[in-house]
């Protein structure tokens, strides 16, 4: 069974422009989580989708933003680049059986560098 | 406001001392708590769950109410242990989001 699995891998861009993050979870998961992971910050909630719908974001600016398409894959979307967006940024994808007690599948993750 | 916190970023132990990894929460309802260990060149992997009460590679953690805490213990601590380990909290319910603490990197020395 394929994993979580995001894409690209790695990514340059320069500061003021937008850059679109995807990720398709594991099969039959319908709950898709993205994080920011900034140096010695460890995980920072960014936004959750379930069943195509936004059901919680974290304290990131609107310039953070997603959504969950029918095939229950997930795009992250940054505009307006700043360097502090420097980060790798993980996506989970977890199987929602209505409580939170199921195994969240992470992604290798997308390494992000703004210059 | 779900909030998990990990005191310590660095805990370094020699081979065979007992490990204990602190983890303390902050949520307003009945919290299920996970522990997920990240390998070095390896994904962020679920070690354990609280609602399981299982040991997994030896490791254990006990879910204080009181003390709103979920340490991760280790009797004896092998160097494949080396890893960096979080504290993750999910509410109850449908609708609640699942949050990380910072981070502790468990560094076993021989």
């Known amino acids: 069974e394929a994993g979580v699995t995001q894409s690209p891998t790695h990514l340059i861009k320069t500061r003021g422009q937008q850059v679109t993050l995807r990720c398709s979870p594991i099969s039959g998961h319908t709950s898709v989580y993205w994080y920011q992971q900034a140096l010695g910050l460890g995980l920072q909630f960014l936004l959750w989708?379930?069943?195509?719908?936004?059901?919680n974001r974290g304290n990131f600016p609107p310039r953070f933003s997603g959504r969950q398409f029918p095939n229950y894959s997930s795009e992250l979307n940054v505009n307006a680049l700043e360097l502090e967006d420097s980060a790798l940024y993980l996506c989970?994808?977890?199987?929602?059986?209505?409580?939170?007690?199921?195994?969240?599948?992470f992604g290798q993750g997308t390494r992000l560098t703004v210059v | 406001a779900q909030r998990v916190t990990q005191p310590e970023k660095l805990l370094s132990v020699f081979k065979g001392a007992p490990v204990e990894l602190k983890c303390n929460y902050s949520?307003?309802?009945?919290?299920?708590l996970f522990w997920y260990v990240q390998y070095s060149r390896q994904r962020l992997q679920l070690l354990l769950r609280?609602?399981s009460r299982e040991s997994i590679k030896g490791f254990t953690a006990d879910l204080n109410k009181g003390e709103t805490s979920f340490h991760l213990k280790k009797p004896f601590a092998q160097e494949e242990d080396s890893a960096m380990y979080y504290c993750a909290l999910s509410g109850n319910g449908g609708y609640n989001k699942l949050i990380f603490g910072a981070g502790t990197r468990l560094a076993v020395h021989p």
């Open positions: 609280h609602i």
């Open positions: 949520y307003s309802g009945s919290p299920e």
């Open positions: 989970a994808s977890r199987y929602n059986l209505g409580g939170g007690n199921t195994e969240a599948f």
């Open positions: 989708y379930d069943e195509g719908e936004e059901r």
